[in-house]
Structures are given as structure tokens and as C-alpha cells.
């Protein structure tokens, strides 16, 4: 590709969380080389870029009446080492001039993403509070056709009624996650329950359940960070209940496992091994779906969260149309610097750089991984399986990289501390694949912590 060709095309990114400004970073980059990119814009509909890593007390809707992007809750702490999403290209300690315990609040994560792309010094292709309503791709001009809608405007004043525009893009990477829109499950009796029924997505403050009852339905992160979360701020009474497999770790007393949960009457809870149970409050930890309103029907990426994810090639590019790219919709053990590698890999998709094989060659190694997928057993073999496909996207591109096999162990050290004790496994320390330094301790330990503030956080004892 010419260079005029490359900079007369345009690229939208549909979202600006972890793996929005991913794929700006990785453009940025690229730019910062001498080397000509496309025009590129990024549409994020909250009022910051962040993504998840945003704390909204809203729930339902939002100020511009968009459906609530994040999931946070007050008091969330990182539930795995920083040291294994740590950017390549801009460490922990390069943004906060020293080095920092293993297991930062939101705050700091927050904090963490923002100072890089404040370094890049990108925001003129930012566009905040904007929210895209359609996206369509005109087969005549091979162009995606977006509308968007704007609600504030450059000085930070609502507009009334909301800007509406349409522009043609040569390629998008839709970018909004998929933990957003809730997975929630109908048990008999909820509609008469004498308590609160919510999902974890509207979950937003521990303290809420300060000497509740509460039920949480669900075995995977959710519950147990959530579970974990109450306990500490003062809920002693947590009933956990699973519906295939329960989580294993040595939780404390006032926790109580129990299997699937059949029915509730009034405020009495019934499980399926015929025990029966009060509850005040029952949080579903049932996962979420993917959803993307905006997309036309033949661009939307449907699949399961799993680690190969169905429908791309790469994990990536869309099979229906690959000038489409998803990046971070997989199950995930790594996240940041995942969604680094996939957005260099997708970059230089877009400059020429990297050639797509065949239709055929795309099936067979599809076929070939979902294979190795199904065969998975165990978290380790899980880890490996995805440090495996962040290792060969790294390699195929200029992305700065790290040495995988080192935050592999960290992974495995964490998988150990976690089940050694659910509650302590935040006071561990981890080494950096990107400095070679392992983290300070934090001064307070975690179950004691709770002031998350990034103030409180980065004081050094």
C-alpha cells in the first residue's frame, strides 16, 4: 500500500476502555515511526475514556439516557497481579516513578490506563460522549456506514436534542467489551421475593450488605470477588450457590456452599439438595453476553465467552467481512497487553503488513485451535493455552512484548496463593516480566484495607 493510500483511508474504534485505546495506542506507534497510518477516530460514549475501569453510582441508564457501559463497584481491587496485564510499552512503575504492590484498587488502574494515552498525546482523536447507533457496510463503496449521536459538546454543554452524524469509514474495530450487558437467569418465586434481587452489574457498594443475608448465585469471578467484597465490609452471613461445579477456595466462617437454587418463596430460598434457607438479597453472578445493538445483523459477532471465540479469524477479524475487527471479546486470562497484541496484529492488518490466508487456511486453523480448546482441562492449561495466542500475535508484529513464560508463573503463583487463602492471596507479591522487580508488599493487608483510595494506596509505609 502507498502512503497516500494508507492516509486517505479512515478508521473508527467503537469504544475507549483497555481495549479501545489498545488499538489507538498501537496506531500512535506507528505514527511515532514515520510511518503513515490512516485518519483514525474513536467514539466512546461515556464522558471519560476508561471502559470498565469507570465507577458510575448509575445504574440502568446513564446521564444521556445510553444503557451503563461499566460494571465497577466501589472498593474493587485488581483480582490478579498487575504484573500479567502490565503494558509493554509503558510499565506500572514508568507512570507512577516507582514501583507498586501487586494488586492496585480501580482508582490506580484507572489512573494507569489514562496515563498512556496521555502520553500519546491522541486526544484530538477522541470524541467523548458520543455513542454510535448504527453501523452498516455498503458493499457498492466498500464502506461502513456509522451514525453516530453526540451529547455534549466541546465545551461540555448538553445538547438538546443530541447531534446526529453519519460518516463512511474504510475500517472499525468495535471495541466495547463484553461484560455489560447482563446474563440473568429466572428462578420461581423471584417476582414475589421479600428481599433485593439484582445482577452483579448493578452491584456497586459492598457496605450496602453490612449484616444481610445474602445469596449469590454463580461460580466465576463475580461471585467470588463480590462474596469476598461483602464479607470484608461487614456481611457474615454468605450463602454461594453453584449450578455445575462449586468454587474450592477456604472461605471463611459465615460462608456456605450450597447447589443450585430451585425456587424462593417470601424470603425463604430452596435448593436443589432439598435444604432451604433466609436470605435478604440475592445477587446474580451469572455472567454476561455479548451484544451489539449498533451492528447491522450481518457484522454482529455472536459466541459464547470462551477462549476461541466463534465467528473470527484470529480471534479478531470477522468472518462475514474482516475490514470488521473485535478485539478483547474472548475469555480472559490476560487482558491488557492481550488487547495490545491483538490491535498491533489488527494494525498492521490495516497498512498492509500482515495478509489474511485463505478462507480454507482460516477454517483449518480455526478448526485446529477450537480442538486444542475443547481438550483444555484446568486453569494452568487455560493460561497456557491463551499465553500461547498473545505470544504468536506479539511475535508477527513490532509490539515491544515480554517474555511470556514469566507472567505464566506469576499466573500459577497466583492460581496457588488464591487457594491457599482466598482472603490474603492481594497481599502477595509478583515479579515484573517488563523491570525484573518484584512489588512491595502493600502497607495494610487487603481484609484490613478500607480506604481504596489511590492516595491511601501509593503511601508508603
Known sequence: MT???????????????????AVLRSFKSAQDKGEAIPEVVCYEKQSALGGQWNYSWRTGLDENNETVASSMYRYLWSNGPKECLEFADYTFEEHFGKAIPSYPPREVLADYIHGRIKKSNIDDWIKLNTAVQNCVYDQSKEKFIVTSRTFVDSKGQKLKPPTEETVEFDYVFCCTGHFHVPNVPYFPGFEKFEGRVLHAHDFKDAREFENSRILLIGSSYSAEDISSQCYKYGCKDITLSYRTNPMTFKW?????TKPLLERVE????????????????????????HHFPFMADDLTLRTDNRLWIDNTYEGIFFNGNPKLMYIGMQ???????????????????VLG????????VQKQEFDEQRAKELKLEGDEENIRFQAAYVEKLMAATDYPGFEIQKTIKEFLAWEHYKHEDIMTFRDKAHTSALTGKTAP???????DALDDSMACYLQTE
Not at 417470601?266 to 451469572?286: V, Y
Not at 490476560?334 to 498492521?348: L, V
Not at 508488599?441 to 481484609?447: E, R
Open 331 to 349: 475469555d480472559q486470562w490476560y487482558t491488557f497487553n492481550m488487547f495490545d497484541a491483538q490491535a498491533w496484529f489488527a494494525r498492521d492488518y
Open 3 to 21: 502512503k497516500a493510500s494508507i492516509e486517505g483511508q479512515k478508521v473508527l474504534v467503537i469504544g475507549g476502555g483497555p481495549s479501545g485505546t
Open 353 to 360: 503488513r500482515i495478509t489474511l490466508p485463505s478462507k480454507e
Open 266 to 289: 417470601g424470603k425463604t430460598c430452596f435448593f436443589k439438595d432439598g435444604s432451604s434457607k433466609d436470605i435478604d438479597a440475592i445477587i446474580l453472578c451469572t455472567g454476561y453476553v
Open 441 to 447: 508488599k502493600h502497607h495494610t493487608p487487603w481484609i
Open 252 to 256: 471463611p466462617e459465615g460462608f456456605e
